[in-house]
Protein backbone atom coordinates (compact mmCIF):
# COMPACT_ATOMS: atom_id res chain seq x y z
CA UNK A 1 0.00 0.00 0.00
CA UNK A 2 1.37 3.33 -0.48
CA UNK A 3 0.41 6.52 1.31
CA UNK A 4 0.90 10.25 0.64
CA UNK A 5 1.74 12.90 2.76
CA UNK A 6 0.64 16.33 2.42
CA UNK A 7 1.56 19.44 4.48
CA UNK A 8 -0.61 21.77 2.69
CA UNK A 9 0.51 25.58 2.24
CA UNK A 10 -0.09 27.97 -0.65
CA UNK A 11 3.86 29.16 -1.18
CA UNK A 12 5.07 25.70 0.05
CA UNK A 13 3.15 21.95 0.31
CA UNK A 14 5.91 19.69 1.31
CA UNK A 15 4.73 15.98 0.13
CA UNK A 16 6.21 12.43 0.69
CA UNK A 17 5.32 8.40 -0.44
CA UNK A 18 5.66 6.18 2.03
CA UNK A 19 5.39 2.20 0.96
CA UNK A 20 3.70 0.05 3.76
CA UNK A 21 4.10 -3.57 3.52
CA UNK A 22 6.02 -5.80 6.30
CA UNK A 23 7.86 -2.84 6.77
CA UNK A 24 7.59 1.17 6.38
CA UNK A 25 9.69 2.82 3.25
CA UNK A 26 10.29 6.22 2.35
CA UNK A 27 9.81 5.99 -1.53
CA UNK A 28 10.02 9.85 -2.37
CA UNK A 29 9.57 13.18 -0.79
CA UNK A 30 9.72 16.88 -1.88
CA UNK A 31 7.87 20.03 -2.41
CA UNK A 32 5.51 22.26 -4.20
CA UNK A 33 6.29 25.67 -4.54
CA UNK A 34 4.55 28.61 -5.86
CA UNK A 35 5.04 31.66 -6.89
CA UNK A 36 4.33 34.55 -4.63
CA UNK A 37 4.50 36.85 -7.36
CA UNK A 38 1.29 35.17 -9.30
CA UNK A 39 -2.13 35.61 -8.87
CA UNK A 40 -3.90 32.75 -6.15
CA UNK A 41 -5.61 30.56 -8.86
CA UNK A 42 -2.32 30.31 -10.89
CA UNK A 43 -0.84 29.23 -7.55
CA UNK A 44 -3.67 26.61 -6.78
CA UNK A 45 -3.28 25.58 -10.38
CA UNK A 46 0.36 25.04 -10.00
CA UNK A 47 -0.19 22.82 -6.88
CA UNK A 48 -3.44 20.76 -8.44
CA UNK A 49 -1.40 20.21 -11.75
CA UNK A 50 2.30 18.84 -9.56
CA UNK A 51 0.01 16.74 -7.16
CA UNK A 52 -1.48 15.31 -9.88
CA UNK A 53 1.62 14.20 -11.51
CA UNK A 54 2.77 12.83 -8.27
CA UNK A 55 -0.53 10.74 -8.39
CA UNK A 56 0.15 9.90 -12.01
CA UNK A 57 3.74 8.55 -11.02
CA UNK A 58 3.24 6.31 -7.36
CA UNK A 59 -0.31 5.53 -7.59
CA UNK A 60 -1.05 5.96 -4.15
CA UNK A 61 -4.09 4.29 -2.11
CA UNK A 62 -4.68 7.14 0.25
CA UNK A 63 -3.89 10.40 1.87
CA UNK A 64 -3.21 12.09 4.64
CA UNK A 65 -3.08 15.65 6.41
CA UNK A 66 -3.21 17.31 9.43
CA UNK A 67 -6.71 18.66 10.84
CA UNK A 68 -6.94 22.55 9.94
CA UNK A 69 -6.36 24.76 12.56
CA UNK A 70 -7.07 28.88 12.38
CA UNK A 71 -4.02 30.53 13.79
CA UNK A 72 -3.36 34.38 14.73
CA UNK A 73 -3.00 35.44 11.50
CA UNK A 74 -6.18 35.03 9.07
CA UNK A 75 -4.67 35.57 5.99
CA UNK A 76 -2.58 32.95 6.63
CA UNK A 77 -5.26 30.59 7.46
CA UNK A 78 -7.48 31.46 4.62
CA UNK A 79 -4.25 30.77 2.20
CA UNK A 80 -4.00 27.30 4.11
CA UNK A 81 -7.35 26.68 3.44
CA UNK A 82 -6.99 27.15 -0.20
CA UNK A 83 -4.15 24.91 -0.57
CA UNK A 84 -6.27 22.37 1.92
CA UNK A 85 -9.35 22.81 -0.37
CA UNK A 86 -7.64 22.31 -3.37
CA UNK A 87 -5.45 19.10 -2.19
CA UNK A 88 -8.70 17.53 -1.07
CA UNK A 89 -10.33 18.15 -4.52
CA UNK A 90 -7.07 17.02 -6.86
CA UNK A 91 -7.15 13.62 -4.48
CA UNK A 92 -11.19 13.29 -5.05
CA UNK A 93 -10.65 13.43 -8.39
CA UNK A 94 -8.54 10.30 -8.57
CA UNK A 95 -10.59 8.76 -5.91
CA UNK A 96 -8.34 8.69 -2.90
CA UNK A 97 -9.59 8.91 0.05
CA UNK A 98 -8.13 11.59 2.54
CA UNK A 99 -7.73 10.65 6.63
CA UNK A 100 -7.16 13.64 8.57
CA UNK A 101 -5.63 13.60 12.15
CA UNK A 102 -4.47 16.52 15.09
CA UNK A 103 -1.38 17.80 14.75
CA UNK A 104 -0.86 16.65 18.53
CA UNK A 105 -1.81 13.05 17.65
CA UNK A 106 0.40 13.59 14.36
CA UNK A 107 3.51 14.32 17.25
CA UNK A 108 2.49 11.67 19.99
CA UNK A 109 2.03 8.85 17.38
CA UNK A 110 5.96 9.40 15.96
CA UNK A 111 7.32 11.06 19.03
CA UNK A 112 5.62 9.59 22.05
CA UNK A 113 4.53 13.58 23.13
CA UNK A 114 1.81 15.59 21.58
CA UNK A 115 3.61 18.83 22.17
CA UNK A 116 6.52 17.93 20.66
CA UNK A 117 8.85 20.35 18.50
CA UNK A 118 9.31 20.08 14.88
CA UNK A 119 13.00 19.31 15.36
CA UNK A 120 12.18 16.37 17.43
CA UNK A 121 9.71 15.26 14.92
CA UNK A 122 12.32 15.02 12.56
CA UNK A 123 14.90 13.41 14.30
CA UNK A 124 12.17 10.65 15.25
CA UNK A 125 11.23 10.54 11.54
CA UNK A 126 15.13 10.07 10.39
CA UNK A 127 15.21 7.29 13.51
CA UNK A 128 12.06 5.00 12.30
CA UNK A 129 12.38 4.92 8.51
CA UNK A 130 16.71 5.16 8.79
CA UNK A 131 16.62 8.50 5.95
CA UNK A 132 17.92 11.54 6.36
CA UNK A 133 15.11 14.70 6.83
CA UNK A 134 17.20 17.35 4.44
CA UNK A 135 14.95 19.84 3.17
CA UNK A 136 11.93 21.88 4.80
CA UNK A 137 10.28 21.02 7.73
CA UNK A 138 6.75 21.21 5.24
CA UNK A 139 8.53 17.70 4.27
CA UNK A 140 8.80 16.24 7.73
CA UNK A 141 5.74 17.30 8.09
CA UNK A 142 4.29 15.22 5.17
CA UNK A 143 6.04 12.23 6.29
CA UNK A 144 4.60 12.20 9.95
CA UNK A 145 1.61 12.09 8.73
CA UNK A 146 1.80 9.94 6.43
CA UNK A 147 3.58 7.53 9.12
CA UNK A 148 0.98 8.52 11.88
CA UNK A 149 -1.38 7.36 9.51
CA UNK A 150 0.38 3.92 9.01
CA UNK A 151 0.31 3.76 12.49
CA UNK A 152 -3.17 4.26 12.96
CA UNK A 153 -4.05 1.54 10.45
CA UNK A 154 -1.57 -0.95 11.66
CA UNK A 155 -1.10 -1.59 7.96
CA UNK A 156 2.42 -3.31 8.07
Known sequence: MKIMGLDPGLNCTGWSILSVSKDIKLIDKGTVV?????????RLRKIHTDVLDILRLYQVDSASMEEIFINKNPKSSISLCYARGILLLTLSTKDIPVFEYSTNYVKKSITGNGHAK??????????????????????????????CHAYSKKSF
Open 34 to 42: TNSKEDTGQ
Open 118 to 147: KEQVSFMIEKILNVKCSGTYDISDSIAVAL
